[in-house]
């Protein structure tokens, strides 16, 4: 395996220039749209921009705690504060938001087309280097059982890969996505999630934007009330701002609410919130389960959701 950095070039390399010029030039296109991960009390990893208007793909464990400040650092030495849209934790998979809309996307390829022995290519922040370029063989298309039962797929290769690493691309020759790094799987084997798993779960997110009127935090529930929800649960949504454009929007909501459910739908956290917003059908009011002073109370609140986008 080669491993290349954005600072060093080895000219000992056993490859021959125009294989290793193509490699530096795919390093140099594919940087601007990979991203690093900053994670409070968890360390870094590594995001991919797969969308113009800030939307950013990482794995799911490199964002789990929904209290941690997340920030996004570019290759241009921005650093942005980002937040979590969709997660999904069997997959892996998370979503993230960053307030800009100058970001250049990875393209990703079909994952089915891999073939054995193709070269295949990470970038990431391994142990906090940043941009770090990795080489190696994809080995086979693998998959593995849930504990529910479903089949996943994953990539199996022998590209070098380290903590830090996590949730960013694995590329074909041509500089596309095919995998997203997720973790090494026992000798050299690293793995990967396809980018069909990818898409296929983007796809199925709910096609409308959420932009929130207020500012959230996932908190802590108390026991002895946590104890008597159906169902039980330790964690809600804390209403720790509004906006003052939207004071009279929303007078029937007050900073320090706790929201345990929106429309019936349990709300533990951020993410679970902002997917139950997005599936929810457009209306003025929606009810809520909040939890005020102690209390666990029923408003029928104005719509959390400022403005809808496509």
Do not use: C
Request: no cysteine; proline share 5%.
């Amino acid at each position: 395996m080669t491993q290349l950095t954005a600072h060093t070039t080895h000219s000992s390399l056993p490859l021959p220039d125009v294989f290793s010029s193509a490699l530096t030039q795919m390093f140099h296109t594919a940087q601007p749209s990979i991203v690093q991960v900053r994670t409070q009390g968890r360390g870094a990893g590594t995001g991919i921009v797969w969308y113009k208007d800030g939307r950013i793909i990482t794995n799911n464990h490199v964002v789990a705690d929904d209290r941690a400040h997340i920030q996004v650092l570019l290759a241009d030495d921005r650093t942005l504060d980002a937040r979590v849209l969709a997660r999904n934790p069997r997959l892996d998979l998370a979503l993230l938001k960053v307030d800009a809309d100058d970001l250049t996307p990875l393209e990703a390829n079909d994952s089915a087309k891999l073939r054995v022995g193709e070269w295949v290519f990470a970038i990431g922040h391994p142990w906090g280097q940043r941009w770090v370029l990795t080489a190696g063989i994809f080995s086979k298309m693998s998959t593995a059982k849930t504990r529910d039962g479903q089949t996943l797929q994953y990539i199996q290769s022998d590209v070098r890969l380290a903590p830090g690493n996590s949730g960013g691309p694995l590329l074909d020759a041509d500089g596309k996505v095919v995998g997203i790094n997720a973790m090494i799987f026992g000798g050299d084997l690293s793995v990967a999630i396809p980018s069909n798993v990818v898409t296929n779960w983007l796809a199925s997110l709910p096609k409308r934007r959420i932009v929130l009127g207020v500012e959230i935090q996932t908190v802590d529930i108390p026991q002895n009330i946590g104890q008597t929800l159906q169902p039980q649960r330790t964690t809600g949504v804390l209403i720790a701002g509004i906006r003052p454009e939207r004071q009279e929007q929303f007078q029937d909501l007050l900073v320090g609410d706790t929201v345990l459910a929106v429309d019936g739908k349990p709300t533990p956290n951020n993410a679970a919130l902002l997917q139950v917003l997005s599936q929810s059908e457009e209306r003025t009011h929606i009810p809520m389960t909040l939890l005020r002073g102690g209390v666990v109370v029923q408003v029928n609140a104005a719509t959390l959701l400022a403005d809808l986008g496509a």
